[in-house]
């Protein structure tokens, strides 16, 4: 079994996967939602605290396990610095007191392999990946070579929904509020710009549009002065925007690629808004579209855990002496994952 830990940012999560047949026979995660809410986002300190107190007692959980070990797998970037800390360094006491093996996993590289989390895995394919930190298009030729095609050179897709929503007063975390809500609204009713239609530039841009809901708000008088119809049109009206500029972008994507499996994963890939874009995009170009369980969309230790099976049989080890915090700068298209 392999023992896998996320804290790479406000999720504590701890799972226990058999190597044979890739089943997840523990998994839990604790949110830290309701503590970051008052304060519109996560607070990097706080988290690390939280996950202080809740990685052990996750662990103490598995005790039934870890006799039976062949090695841990732990979260090393990309992420916030205090979080991944909290988790690396219980990954490397559990390696080093249990003489197995260590597994450094790429936090973006397990959100493809949350696609096959109890499966066999699935490659080559397309892979959008849109998270609270991260919007790409990658090009997964194997386990090895993975290509970024496209990238956001601001913000991403969740954090955007997450600013729209604290601008508008919806609380936090913003995704599931404004899906929600754009369910009761009229998304044509705004005619908010979608980012980069213009241009050329396979790249995606979603500080300007959230700029426009901020102007939209400020016509109103600010988020008090608006009625609750207003806020849901206003919701239906940005995610519709998104839409379109995911869907326009992947579009020319679609044309030159030759790839017929394509994948949406990430916390933000739980929107069934924009699932459905998707399903259809993919049925105008002959394209399988595969998407996680609900349940693994968002941070999770069972998809670390699930990329860990496959390092595993390679081999792809780590010293626990060696393994730090990866500071990972924003990476431009073409560049390898």
């Known amino acids: 079994m392999i023992l896998s830990i996320e804290s790479s940012c406000d999720d504590s999560s701890i799972a226990v996967t058999r190597i044979e047949n890739k089943k997840i026979l523990y998994h839990k995660k604790i949110s830290q939602e309701t503590e970051h809410a008052s304060y519109g986002g996560v607070v990097p300190e706080l988290a690390s605290r939280l996950h202080a107190v809740a990685l052990p ?22 992420g916030l610095g205090v979080t991944l800390l909290e988790g690396i360094a219980m990954a490397k006491t559990l390696a080093t007191c249990l ?12 959100h493809i392999f949350s696609l096959f989390i109890e499966k066999q895995t699935l490659m080559p394919l397309l892979v959008l990946l849109i998270s609270g930190g991260h919007t790409q298009i990658i090009r997964v030729k194997d386990f090895e070579h993975m290509e970024i095609l496209a990238t956001s050179i601001d913000d991403s897709v969740g954090e955007s929904f997450d600013k729209c929503a604290k ?15 754009a369910l009761k609204g009229d998304e044509n009713r705004f005619d908010l710009p979608v980012p980069l239609r213009n241009s050329p530039l396979m790249a995606f841009s979603l500080s300007g549009l959230k700029n426009a809901v901020r102007l939209k708000i400020e016509e109103f008088g600010g988020s008090e002065k608006m009625s609750p119809k207003d806020k849901a049109d206003l919701a239906a009206s940005f995610q519709k925007a998104v839409k379109l500029h995911l869907i326009q972008k992947s579009k020319k994507i679609f044309a030159k690629e030759p790839i017929k499996d394509f994948a949406i994963v990430g916390g933000a890939s739980a929107n069934q808004y924009l699932r459905n874009a998707y399903l259809e995009l993919c049925n105008e170009f002959k394209k399988t579209l595969h998407v996680a369980p609900l349940e693994f969309c968002s941070d999770n230790a069972a998809m670390i855990g699930r990329y860990a099976i496959d390092a595993f049989e390679r081999k792809q080890f780590i010293d626990p002496n060696k393994i730090d915090i990866v500071s990972t700068k924003k ?3 073409g560049t390898l994952l």
């Open 167 to 181: 601008m508008m007063g919806l609380g936090y975390p913003g995704g599931p509020v404004i899906e929600q809500l």
């Open 331 to 333: 990476q431009q298209s």
């Open 99 to 110: 003489k197995i093996p260590l597994i450094a996993v790429h936090h973006l590289k397990a």
């Open 57 to 78: 007692g996750l662990l103490e959980e598995t005790k039934p396990y870890l006799n039976q070990l062949q090695a841990v797998a732990v979260t090393h970037q990309p």
